[in-house]
């Protein structure tokens, strides 16, 4: 006798099933794309003219100038400083901040509180936190920590805190059964579980870090970006293609160290 195969309980969704809604979607994001595109103040007579401008950068871009390659090591050494100092920090803020935020084990208010944080973090752009803390305690590598450190006190909070409102329960209930206090239920049900998830987010955030402060260097806050603009404001496109050369050489093996070890703690 054959047994009975399992009833399936999915079903598509009514925007799915239904055809003259699923094309009325359809229509309407066609249409707003078409308004959005025709309502954007393109000038096309200047993107014509500077089409000529961009192959003649491009063109002076090659080949590429290390000659100066003392001051290249130099702007990459403070940017991967950067980047480690930011994610330690940042890293070792958003644990607390995660634990506020989750919902299944802070009170409300508290829970409200590391909310408001990690939107708070994760509201602004790098570059703007970037221009604001260099207006607050000036140029230097002070101020692009200070950005990553904000940046990644968003990123992994968040993501952290997902990760503990995501844990096997169980283990918290039988640990506060036997008569655990809250910081013991941390450090014997809630931290064994999401290490893995933890380690990953600080891998992903020293790349994310090692990349973003190229990007705050640009005003004024350190590292490389500090170098590369200043080699496209002086026309040194051929030192400025070398720097970017570099820049994703070395994201290409952080890259390749951060997936084996990711794959060792897996």
Same mark, same amino acid.
């Given at each position: 006798m054959s047994t009975p195969r399992p009833r399936r309980t999915w079903r598509k969704p009514p925007a799915i099933a239904n055809p003259v809604l699923r094309y009325s979607v359809f229509v309407l994001v066609f249409a707003y794309l078409y308004w959005a595109i025709a309502s954007l103040p393109f000038n096309w007579d200047r993107i014509v003219q500077g089409l000529p401008r961009a192959v003649r950068i491009f063109g002076s871009a090659f080949p590429p100038e290390f000659a100066r390659s003392q001051l290249m090591i130099s702007g990459f050494t403070e940017s991967i400083q950067m980047a480690i100092i930011a994610t330690l920090v940042g890293v070792a803020i958003s644990i607390p901040v995660a634990i506020m935020a989750a919902r299944t084990i802070s009170p409300r208010p508290v829970y409200l509180l590391g909310r408001? !944080?990690? !939107? =708070?973090a994760r509201s602004f752009h790098p570059v703007i936190v970037a221009i604001i803390f260099v207006k607050a305690v000036g140029f230097g590598a002070l101020a692009g920590i200070l950005t990553l450190v904000l940046y990644s006190l968003g990123f992994v909070g968040k993501l952290l805190a997902e990760a503990i409102e995501e844990v096997d329960y169980g283990q918290i209930e039988a640990i506060r059964a036997s008569g655990a206090g809250f910081l013991k239920i941390l450090v014997y049900a809630v931290f064994p579980q999401i290490l893995p998830r933890q380690v990953g987010l &600080?891998?992903?955030? =020293?790349? &994310?870090? =090692?990349?973003?402060s190229a990007v705050v260097g640009v005003v004024g806050a350190g590292g490389i970006g500090g170098t590369l603009m200043n080699a496209f404001r002086r026309f040194d496109y051929d030192f400025a293609f070398a720097i970017l050369i570099v820049l994703i050489g070395i994201i290409l093996v952080s890259e390749g160290i951060s997936g084996r070890i990711r794959r060792g703690i897996a």
């Amino acid at each position: 006798m054959s047994t009975p195969r399992p009833r399936r309980t999915w079903r598509k969704p009514p925007a799915i099933a239904n055809p003259v809604l699923r094309y009325s979607v359809f229509v309407l994001v066609f249409a707003y794309l078409y308004w959005a595109i025709a309502s954007l103040p393109f000038n096309w007579d200047r993107i014509v003219q500077g089409l000529p401008r961009a192959v003649r950068i491009f063109g002076s871009a090659f080949p590429p100038e290390f000659a100066r390659s003392q001051l290249m090591i130099s702007g990459f050494t403070e940017s991967i400083q950067m980047a480690i100092i930011a994610t330690l920090v940042g890293v070792a803020i958003s644990i607390p901040v995660a634990i506020m935020a989750a919902r299944t084990i802070s009170p409300r208010p508290v829970y409200l509180l590391g909310r408001g !944080i990690i !939107i =708070l973090a994760r509201s602004f752009h790098p570059v703007i936190v970037a221009i604001i803390f260099v207006k607050a305690v000036g140029f230097g590598a002070l101020a692009g920590i200070l950005t990553l450190v904000l940046y990644s006190l968003g990123f992994v909070g968040k993501l952290l805190a997902e990760a503990i409102e995501e844990v096997d329960y169980g283990q918290i209930e039988a640990i506060r059964a036997s008569g655990a206090g809250f910081l013991k239920i941390l450090v014997y049900a809630v931290f064994p579980q999401i290490l893995p998830r933890q380690v990953g987010l &600080s891998i992903y955030q =020293l790349d &994310s870090n =090692l990349r973003a402060s190229a990007v705050v260097g640009v005003v004024g806050a350190g590292g490389i970006g500090g170098t590369l603009m200043n080699a496209f404001r002086r026309f040194d496109y051929d030192f400025a293609f070398a720097i970017l050369i570099v820049l994703i050489g070395i994201i290409l093996v952080s890259e390749g160290i951060s997936g084996r070890i990711r794959r060792g703690i897996a």
